[in-house]
């Protein structure tokens, strides 16, 4: 008698971690930075970056050539404990049978092609999908989105790979993004959503979160029928020259404290 055994893939999760029982640790991370990556997916998921779906990852401190990223899990819900370290081919250390994301390869090519990105968030942020399904550019139209000079380059998958699910799940696609960002700290995904890159978790988190707000209000300006007045290059340089908001340090203390005191709550 034949066996018939069905597999259900849910989306952006993946069971297989290649690699992983010869993958070696390269040390214990530095506590505080993965109770910021703890803080960092909860604070996106408040300000409506995430929801169940979506990543953020940082760097190693102690190799840069390994970065930090939760298990598959949706971020309200990531606590340190699925926090598992990955090399540059998207291999894990000890995942111990855990789901991971199969989109990590978006991670894994931004941190191999950029030494100046040390934090990534993947999001499906709502405001942003129609500049990357249009040919409307999303441009800075008021200072905090000042990182944004110069516009957000758009990946369209189809270019390099015809038609497929959209998604970044092998190194390959994650290079022909990472050709599309270029120097950019973001890029757009045309149809599915947004990478963007920082040189810290405060930077990426804040930038996720004012290009969000910055696409919400570029579209109630188009709404409006008139002319609009974007930042012109040279306001935008004179806000990075001073330090692009003091690398978000007022924002993240506010913002990681709400997290972190929401996640007391939960605990029993």
């Given at each position: 008698m034949a066996l018939l055994v069905t597999i259900t893939i849910l989306p952006g999760v993946d069971r297989l971690a290649h690699g992983q029982d010869s993958l070696t640790s390269v040390g214990p991370a530095d506590p505080e930075l993965v109770e910021d990556l703890v803080a960092a997916n909860r604070v996106l998921v408040r300000y409506g970056v995430l929801d169940g779906m979506g990543h953020v990852s940082v760097r190693h401190n102690v190799d840069p050539s390994r970065f930090l990223l939760s298990r598959s899990r949706a971020p309200e819900l990531v606590i340190a404990e699925d926090i598992v370290e990955y090399d540059l081919n998207g291999n894990a250390v000890d995942l111990q049978g855990r789901a991971q994301y199969s989109e990590r390869y978006i991670h894994a090519e931004i941190?191999?092609?950029?030494?100046?990105?040390?934090?990534?968030?993947?999001?499906?942020?709502?405001?942003?999908?129609?500049?990357?399904?249009?040919?409307?550019?999303?441009?800075?139209?008021?200072h905090m989105a000042s990182h944004m000079l110069g516009g957000i380059p758009v990946f369209e998958i189809r270019d390099d790979f015809g038609m497929t699910d959209m998604m970044v799940t092998s190194p390959e696609r994650g290079r022909s993004l990472v050709k599309a960002m270029g120097k950019s700290p973001s890029v757009l995904m045309r149809g599915h959503g947004i990478a963007v890159s920082g040189p810290s978790i405060p930077h990426v988190v804040g930038r996720s979160i004012y290009t969000q707000i910055n696409a919400d209000l570029q579209l109630k300006a188009i709404s409006l029928g008139g002319n609009i007045t974007y930042l012109d290059p040279r306001e935008a340089q004179a806000q990075l020259d001073r330090g692009e908001h003091r690398g978000y340090s007022r924002s993240w203390e506010l913002w990681k404290r709400d997290a972190l005191a929401a996640m007391r709550e939960e605990t029993p």
């Amino acid at each position: 008698m034949a066996l018939l055994v069905t597999i259900t893939i849910l989306p952006g999760v993946d069971r297989l971690a290649h690699g992983q029982d010869s993958l070696t640790s390269v040390g214990p991370a530095d506590p505080e930075l993965v109770e910021d990556l703890v803080a960092a997916n909860r604070v996106l998921v408040r300000y409506g970056v995430l929801d169940g779906m979506g990543h953020v990852s940082v760097r190693h401190n102690v190799d840069p050539s390994r970065f930090l990223l939760s298990r598959s899990r949706a971020p309200e819900l990531v606590i340190a404990e699925d926090i598992v370290e990955y090399d540059l081919n998207g291999n894990a250390v000890d995942l111990q049978g855990r789901a991971q994301y199969s989109e990590r390869y978006i991670h894994a090519e931004i941190y191999r092609a950029r030494p100046d990105v040390s934090a990534v968030v993947h999001s499906h942020a709502p405001a942003v999908i129609p500049f990357g399904a249009t040919d409307v550019p999303l441009r800075p139209i008021y200072h905090m989105a000042s990182h944004m000079l110069g516009g957000i380059p758009v990946f369209e998958i189809r270019d390099d790979f015809g038609m497929t699910d959209m998604m970044v799940t092998s190194p390959e696609r994650g290079r022909s993004l990472v050709k599309a960002m270029g120097k950019s700290p973001s890029v757009l995904m045309r149809g599915h959503g947004i990478a963007v890159s920082g040189p810290s978790i405060p930077h990426v988190v804040g930038r996720s979160i004012y290009t969000q707000i910055n696409a919400d209000l570029q579209l109630k300006a188009i709404s409006l029928g008139g002319n609009i007045t974007y930042l012109d290059p040279r306001e935008a340089q004179a806000q990075l020259d001073r330090g692009e908001h003091r690398g978000y340090s007022r924002s993240w203390e506010l913002w990681k404290r709400d997290a972190l005191a929401a996640m007391r709550e939960e605990t029993p």
